[in-house]
């Protein structure tokens, strides 16, 4: 298994472009989220899937949309980068009923 | 709503040391909490996750232990070696529906050699 895979993995927007994260695993969970670290904060919940065709806005989801047409694929889309958007991009799933969270290696986002 | 500190923000200890890392929230009733690695550059590695009725889990040198009561969390490291040298997070899940955890900053750990 790979596991986790997010590409990105490093990726410099100027302020208003768009762009999309990737995140899929092949471990075939139902629950998969995105979160973001920043110094200080420490992860913060963006948004989060409990299944294909499900998402729901965790802690911080302004600026953010997610979709899941599959179990595999949980994309987050920058609709309009702003600096604020600086910050390094976690994805992460686990099975549903299993607690045990498994995180992909980060995606490195800068906005200037 | 649910705050996780986790202090000191950084350590470093000699090779060899036994050392205790702290995690504490301040909503006690939480569903279970799990103790992260992260090295430089990369995602976050599963070490240990305790369940709110459990008081302590192990694996290999590490050992970690919960008290709801006081809302406290401790990772201890026997025996420390260099290649322990990450930042440690703990992180804590209220909410068993939606599965959201909320993390502490870590600790950076750094053991010399």
């Known amino acids: 298994n790979a596991g986790v895979t997010q590409t990105p993995k490093f990726q410099v927007l100027k302020t208003g472009q768009s762009m999309t994260l990737q995140c899929a695993q092949d471990?075939?969970?139902?629950?998969m989220s995105w979160y973001r670290q920043d110094p200080g904060m420490g992860l913060r919940l963006i948004h989060y899937s409990v299944g294909a065709g499900i998402t729901d806005q965790g802690e911080v989801p302004n600026g953010y949309n997610v979709s899941r047409s599959t179990t595999e694929d949980f994309p987050l889309r920058l609709l309009s980068a702003a600096p604020s958007q600086t910050s390094v991009y976690f994805c992460?799933?686990?099975?549903?009923?299993?607690?045990?969270?498994?995180f992909g290696p980060g995606t490195r986002l800068t906005v200037t | 709503k649910q705050e996780v500190t986790q202090i000191p923000a950084a350590l470093s200890v000699p090779e060899g040391e036994n050392l205790v890392l702290n995690c504490s929230f301040t909503d006690s009733a939480i569903y279970n909490l799990q103790w992260f690695r992260q090295d430089p550059g990369k995602g976050l590695t599963s070490l240990l996750l305790i369940q709110s009725s459990q008081r302590e889990q192990t694996s290999g040198r590490l050992n970690a232990s919960l008290d709801k009561s006081s809302g406290r969390s401790t990772l201890y490291i026997a025996a420390s070696q260099p290649g322990d040298s990450a930042t440690y997070l703990c992180a804590v899940r209220t909410n068993t529906n939606a599965g959201k955890s909320t993390f502490g900053d870590g600790t950076t750990l750094t053991v010399k050699p």
């Open positions: 992460a799933s686990r099975r549903d009923g299993s607690y045990e969270q498994y």
């Open positions: 471990m075939n969970h139902e629950y």
